[in-house]
């Protein structure tokens, strides 16, 4: 089975420029989250999604966006780029239900670069 | 204000001992902890998790306990590999809260040397 998918892999965007971050979710998990990891931190939390429904904001900026689609694949959009949103962007997948915890399941990442 | 702490950015140990990888958290609420190994250029991979009720859990090599009065976990991975070098990260979520936001800590670089 394929993995957490996240496209593209490497971007170099301009300040101020808008970016569209795409991830496709581990078959058969309803949930996709997405986490902003920049150097010497741990990821940190963005946004989650399940069934199509916002779920959790992080304490990110009203230019970072996120949906999920019918077939429970996301996009995260981020308007106005800055130097700062410079980072690793991982999308992660789970079986999460609604209620409780479950394991996450990260892709291998979007790296972003503002110049 | 890090509500998930790992002290030690890194650890060396030999091939064939006991890493033992150490986080403190500081939310009450958390109530379900996982444990991700990070290579250079991947994303994190899941090793192992432990929900509050518990206080052990095992999966192989790995083992993670819990210390729900001290606020304090552990992964202890027994023996240690090569292949094991990595960063890992520590999580927590709060299942009241409605998401499954994670809250990571800094990370502990470990290096396991042959």
């Given at each position: 089975d394929a993995g957490v998918t996240q496209s593209p892999t490497h971007?170099?965007?301009?300040?101020?420029?808008?970016?569209?971050?795409?991830?496709?979710?581990?078959?058969?998990?309803?949930?996709?989250s997405w986490y902003q990891q920049v150097l010497g931190q741990g990821p940190q939390f963005i946004f989650q999604y399940y069934e199509k429904e916002e779920r959790g904001r992080g304490n990110f900026p009203d230019r970072f966006s996120a949906r999920q689609f019918p077939n429970y694949s996301s996009e995260l959009n981020v308007?106005?780029?800055?130097?700062?949103?410079?980072?690793?962007?991982?999308?992660?997948s789970s079986r999460y239900s609604g209620t409780g915890a479950?394991?996450?399941f990260f892709g291998q990442g979007t790296r972003l670069t503002v110049v | 204000d890090q509500q998930v702490k790992q002290n030690s950015p890194?650890?060396?140990v030999q091939e064939g001992r006991i890493s033992i990888l150490n986080c403190d958290?500081?939310?009450?609420?958390?109530?379900?902890?996982?444990?991700?190994?990070?290579y250079p250029a991947e994303g994190p991979t899941f090793l192992i998790s432990i929900s509050s009720i518990k206080d052990k859990n095992e999966d192989g090599r790995?083992?993670?306990?819990l210390n729900k009065s001290a606020k304090h976990l552990s992964l202890?991975?027994?023996?240690s590999q090569p292949g094991d070098s990595a960063v890992y990260f520590c999580a927590a979520s709060a299942s009241q809260g409605g998401s499954e936001k994670l809250v990571f800590g800094k990370g502990t670089k470990l290096t396991v040397n042959p």
């Amino acid at each position: 089975d394929a993995g957490v998918t996240q496209s593209p892999t490497h971007l170099i965007k301009t300040r101020g420029q808008h970016v569209t971050l795409r991830c496709s979710p581990i078959s058969g998990h309803k949930s996709v989250s997405w986490y902003q990891q920049v150097l010497g931190q741990g990821p940190q939390f963005i946004f989650q999604y399940y069934e199509k429904e916002e779920r959790g904001r992080g304490n990110f900026p009203d230019r970072f966006s996120a949906r999920q689609f019918p077939n429970y694949s996301s996009e995260l959009n981020v308007n106005a780029l800055l130097l700062g949103d410079s980072a690793l962007y991982l999308c992660a997948s789970s079986r999460y239900s609604g209620t409780g915890a479950a394991e996450a399941f990260f892709g291998q990442g979007t790296r972003l670069t503002v110049v | 204000d890090q509500q998930v702490k790992q002290n030690s950015p890194s650890l060396s140990v030999q091939e064939g001992r006991i890493s033992i990888l150490n986080c403190d958290y500081t939310n009450s609420m958390f109530d379900y902890f996982l444990w991700y190994k990070k290579y250079p250029a991947e994303g994190p991979t899941f090793l192992i998790s432990i929900s509050s009720i518990k206080d052990k859990n095992e999966d192989g090599r790995f083992t993670v306990f819990l210390n729900k009065s001290a606020k304090h976990l552990s992964l202890h991975i027994v023996p240690s590999q090569p292949g094991d070098s990595a960063v890992y990260f520590c999580a927590a979520s709060a299942s009241q809260g409605g998401s499954e936001k994670l809250v990571f800590g800094k990370g502990t670089k470990l290096t396991v040397n042959p």
